[in-house]
């Protein structure tokens, strides 16, 4: 069955950086795409990046503003996402996420917390 597990998070100054990583497994990783999303208390979850199956395209979310860099290793079928210029609210759980066909896949989520 399809698994994603997220880690990396960990409570960071503003200003810092960390590096999420989503080890996948039970599906060809390499043929379809992936995200991140981040759900913050009492928000919406929301679409953080994406990256193509070649990792030849990727997107982001008008809010991270170049800091953010998502990536992928298919050797390894794990995707990161590199954090830069954390901010306050950045503080969120980062969730790694496809879509197979009709069917959306969760990780359990790892949580970022930003401090003053």
């Known amino acids: 069955q399809v698994q994603l597990v997220e880690s990396g998070g960990e409570l960071v100054q503003a200003g810092g950086s960390l590096k999420l990583s989503c080890a996948a497994s039970g599906f060809t990783f390499s043929t379809w795409p992936m995200n991140w999303y981040r759900q913050a208390p009492g928000k919406e979850r929301e679409l953080v990046a994406t990256?193509?199956?070649?990792?030849?395209?990727?997107n982001y979310a008008d809010s991270i503003e170049g800091r953010f860099t998502i990536s992928r290793d298919n050797a390894k079928n794990t995707v990161y996402l590199q954090m830069n210029g954390l901010k306050l609210e950045d503080t969120a759980v980062y969730y790694c996420?496809?879509?197979?066909?009709?069917?959306?896949?969760w990780g359990q989520g790892t949580q970022v917390t930003v401090s003053s």
């Open positions: 996420n496809t879509r197979i066909r009709r069917s959306y896949y």
């Open positions: 990256i193509s199956s070649t990792g030849g395209t990727t």
